[in-house]
């Protein structure tokens, strides 16, 4: 699956996109997995309170399943204005 990062996060991770081969079965486990991958991303998804999630395009929790997904983005929670 395709997996994106935004603001800070992208900054912190050094890469705007990837590709991601994995067996998470939710964002949750994905998270994890990517968080154990090294201390760039162990730091990026430190606090999962700040960053919101999206799954193909639709805003999603950290339980939304992931079979059948081609597109995780992550980002931090936005302003308006």
């Known amino acids: 699956m395709r ?3 935004f603001a800070w996060i992208r900054e912190r991770i ?3 996109q990837e590709e991601v081969s ?3 079965a939710t964002v949750a486990d994905l998270v994890a997995e990517l ?3 090294e201390e ?3 730091l990026a998804f430190s ?3 700040s ?3 999206a799954v193909d395009q639709e805003l999603a ?3 939304a399943p992931l079979d059948g997904v081609r597109e995780v983005a992550f980002f931090p929670p936005m302003t308006g204005g």
């Open 3 to 5: 997996v994106l990062y």
């Open 14 to 16: 050094g890469l705007s």
């Open 22 to 24: 994995s067996d998470a």
């Open 35 to 37: 968080r154990a991958r």
């Open 40 to 42: 760039r991303y162990d």
């Open 47 to 49: 606090d999962m309170a």
């Open 51 to 53: 960053v919101r999630v």
């Open 61 to 63: 929790g950290l339980d």
